[in-house]
């Protein structure tokens, strides 16, 4: 016998008990918190949100027979458009596969990869001052070129083909490879417009010009271009919808073995780690272009 088969079964025993919260359990919703940037380690032992990383709690949520709906509850400015669709059609393969209602909650911001994830839900909600959208594909870096010559460096680089070192910080820009970065951001950008063409709808109200330009919008007003559904916190929006004896069950993703030590013997120690403090800026740098 499964463990699974076993919990069934044990459950339908306890049904036939003459006790109210046997026969008649309060229903349950899932929380999977989606929160920071996506798709790249954020210092030693910690990691950004990659579908390896969620992906064991998530299923192990969606196993819950009890379940009634599973709530998203997002807070990302973006980050990796691979980790996001990896991530969003995980989730949306299990809703399908557990027919199950899925809703999207946006705390602080979910723009560019953030709003990817938002979009495999059923309905996507936000606070009157979330921040929401960014469609659209940004890549940065510096350049040293005349840093390298002022302080006596010389540049050498040998590759199999001259595409090998396109983009490299150390030399002057190409023309032929920001052409080709252009084209290489356009096939993405459209691949993330189909997505939420797909995702909406007809619940979009605002023409293309408007909505795929990177802009972003308050939750208030995201609702007026159909980005989003309403105006809601998650515990309110689920008691509303399933009573107030309503359970959360959250799911919890996966850390690595030295985020694991750090938590357990590092909360005296007054030194700041160097990767985190790296990971702490980054994820600033990324927040600060929201405003936030």
């Known amino acids: 016998m499964t463990l699974e088969h076993f919990k069934r079964s044990l459950r339908s025993l306890l049904a036939k008990l003459p006790i109210d919260r046997f026969r008649n359990p309060p229903p349950v919703v899932g929380v999977v918190r989606l929160e920071g940037v996506i798709g790249r380690s954020i210092g030693p032992g910690r990691q950004g949100l990659t579908l390896d990383s969620q992906e064991r709690a998530i299923a192990k949520l969606f196993k819950n027979s009890q379940l009634k709906a599973v709530a ?16 969003a059609q995980r989730i949306r393969d299990l809703a399908d596969e557990k027919d199950l209602p899925i809703l999207a909650f946006c705390e602080d ?10 979009c495999a839900a059923d309905e996507i909600f936000a606070d009157e001052n979330s921040i929401v959208g960014s469609i659209g594909v940004i890549s ?25 070192g396109m ?4 030399q002057d820009e190409n023309p032929e490879d920001i052409d080709r970065l252009r084209r290489l951001h356009q096939d993405i950008f459209e691949n993330f417009k189909n997505h939420v063409r797909r995702c909406r709808g ?3 109200r605002a023409e293309d010009a408007t909505l795929f330009t990177g802009d972003i919008w308050t ?6 271009v159909g980005l989003i559904d309403g105006l809601a916190e998650m515990r309110a929006e689920m008691r509303k919808r399933y009573g107030d004896k309503v359970k959360f069950q959250r799911s919890s993703g996966r850390q690595g073995l030295l985020s694991r030590l750090r938590g357990g013997i590092g909360r005296g120690n007054v030194g700041i780690d160097p990767g985190e403090l790296i990971g702490a800026i980054e994820d600033w740098a990324q927040r600060r272009r929201f405003g936030l």
Do not use: C, M
């Open 167 to 170: 983009l490299d910080p150390f």
């Open 219 to 224: 939750g208030r007003q995201a609702v007026e």
């Open 140 to 164: 940065a870096g510096f350049g040293f070129v005349d840093l390298i010559e002022r302080v006596g460096i010389e540049r050498r680089v040998y590759s199999t083909g001259p595409r090998k």
């Open 109 to 118: 911001v979910a723009a560019s990869g953030g709003y990817w994830l938002a």
């Open 202 to 204: 007809d619940r979009l």
């Open 72 to 87: 998203l509850v997002i807070n990302s400015p973006g980050g990796s458009p691979v980790q996001s669709a990896l991530i």
